[in-house]
């Protein structure tokens, strides 16, 4: 029970600062944190750029983990980051200091991370797909995603240094497990069950 205390209070105060609409009501605050954007003439609600925003809860250090991302996905980019302290409540429970918030953008869609304390994991349940235009571009996420500490899975499924897990697949293996053609869809399935990274020409 007191860990949980301890997340929701964690949870609700990040949520609160998040959800804050008009940020030139804290400019003093913010001129002590270190943030890229311009939270004193912008409301919050008019930053938002998408209805539903994945939220990434990481052990700690969230620049670090922006930047781990952005080192991957080239076009992408760092938008806000902040700095708080945890409320009283949080601290009392065992809580950091402090917890970082995050917004990145990667391929057009952005991406929050919480960096609030080592209370929960990625695992399986939840998995993002990277569509790949041709063999090279799996290569090139496949190799990058699993190295320095992350791991390859089967069938095209591999987790990142951080254990959140990814899914990379050229798109001409949906035209090939969706053919017609009975025997190239089995072929296709048959050889992806053998496979770690997806090999195009082995599936054919």
């Known amino acids: 029970m007191k860990k949980y205390t301890l997340i929701f209070l964690t949870v609700l105060t990040s949520v609160t600062l998040l959800s804050c609409t008009n940020s030139q009501q804290n400019s003093t605050k ?7 954007s ?10 938002i ?6 939220c990434l809860w990481v052990d700690k250090d969230a620049k670090a983990v922006v930047n781990y991302y952005l080192s991957i996905f080239k076009d992408g980019k760092l938008k ?13 429970q065992g ?40 063999q090279a571009e799996v290569d090139y996420y496949w190799n990058a995603l699993t190295e320095n500490g992350g791991t390859e899975g089967s069938c095209g499924w591999c987790k990142d240094k951080y ?11 949906f ?18 069950m053998k496979q770690k990274k997806i090999i195009l020409s082995e599936l054919k």
């Open 30 to 36: 913010n001129s002590e944190k270190d943030t890229i």
């Open 38 to 47: 311009n939270q004193n003439s912008t409301k919050k609600t008019d930053m």
């Open 49 to 54: 750029a998408q209805k539903i925003t994945p």
């Open 80 to 92: 806000e980051y902040n700095q708080y302290d945890n409320p009283p409540e949080a601290k009392a």
């Open 95 to 134: 809580g950091l200091d402090t917890f970082e918030t995050a917004v990145m953008e990667i391929n057009g869609m952005e991406f929050s991370i919480l960096a609030a304390g080592p209370y929960f994991k990625f695992n399986e349940s939840i998995s993002f797909v990277i569509n790949c235009k041709d």
């Open 163 to 173: 254990g959140l897990s990814w899914q990379v697949v050229p798109v001409e293996y």
């Open 175 to 192: 035209d090939l497990i969706n053919s017609k053609d009975v025997a190239v869809r089995e072929k296709a399935m048959r050889n992806t």
